[in-house]
């Protein structure tokens, strides 16, 4: 029973009414798929673009100064087995390029009366984090909502997380075998700093920090007002000059305050 509903469940995504298009939009085909939110696409107008989803974030495969995080390489093959290939429809918000030159899209696969958005279904298979960068911020909304939804159901990161719980300090004597992994923290804020990039919130014991850039500072709260308080959050571990960092890029990622 429970597989006829997840059956019905994804063929009322699949066959659910197209959206009308509210920004620009260009078809073409999938050439290749460099990893779980980067694609080939061979447009209608006669070009290749290199293209970056819009809206979230997969965990690393070709970093130069990373190793392969957890479930990348997963990642990389749904959104193989989601997109290579097949027509679509890229729809582009208010920026069209990123520092790289890379096209910024909302990719579309689209049928007979219906269209799924390859970027929500990343996340909401727990293969990618939101990941809200103004001005591009037409789907946030939706990107949070499947977000919410892969982690109650504990699906992909979220299931790793899951089992995970650190604190700081364990954080900081394990880093070697969390770093790239997703974790669970309960985390006590001893004080927030900022710098011209970044902000850091860092913790009362251990040198772990939460760590957000100043171009994700516009989707919290004032950040200052967390001094003191006890976070339990998810995100990924990265190892940083001054130890262990959790990046938080969106604030479905800190599921209580206390």
């Known amino acids: 029973m429970k597989r006829l509903a997840a059956l019905g469940a994804c063929l009322l995504i699949l066959f659910s009414p197209l959206p009308a298009w509210p920004g620009e939009a260009l078809g073409g085909q999938v050439i290749r798929v460099t990893d779980g939110d980067t694609v080939t696409v061979a447009t209608d107008d006669g070009k290749v673009e290199q293209v970056r989803y819009i809206g979230i974030d997969c965990p690393e495969t070709h970093h130069p ?52 958005m390859a970027n929500e279904l990343l996340v909401a298979e727990g293969y990618a984090l939101p990941y809200a960068f103004p001005p591009n911020l037409r789907y946030t909304g939706l990107f949070r909502e499947a977000f919410n939804r892969a982690r109650s159901s504990g699906k992909g990161l979220w299931g790793r997380a899951r089992g995970r719980l650190f604190t700081p300090a364990q954080v900081w004597a394990e880093l070697p075998s969390v770093a790239g992994r997703f974790i669970t923290v309960n985390f006590k804020v001893r004080d927030v700093t900022s710098s011209k990039t970044r902000v850091c919130l860092r913790s009362d014991k251990g040198n772990a920090s939460l760590v957000v850039y100043e171009s994700d500072t516009g989707q919290f709260d004032r950040l200052e007002k967390y001094a003191g308080s006890t976070l339990t959050i998810m995100g990924k571990v990265t190892p940083g000059f001054n130890g262990p960092e959790i990046l938080l890029v969106d604030p479905v990622q800190i599921l209580s305050i206390r």
């Open 65 to 116: 100064r990373r190793r392969v995080e957890e479930l990348g390489r997963e990642a990389s093959r749904y959104n193989e087995s989601l997109v290579l290939g097949k027509r679509v429809l890229l729809e582009f918000d208010q920026q069209r390029r990123d520092r790289y030159g890379r096209t910024l899209a909302y990719l579309w696969l689209t049928g007979e009366g219906g269209a799924v």
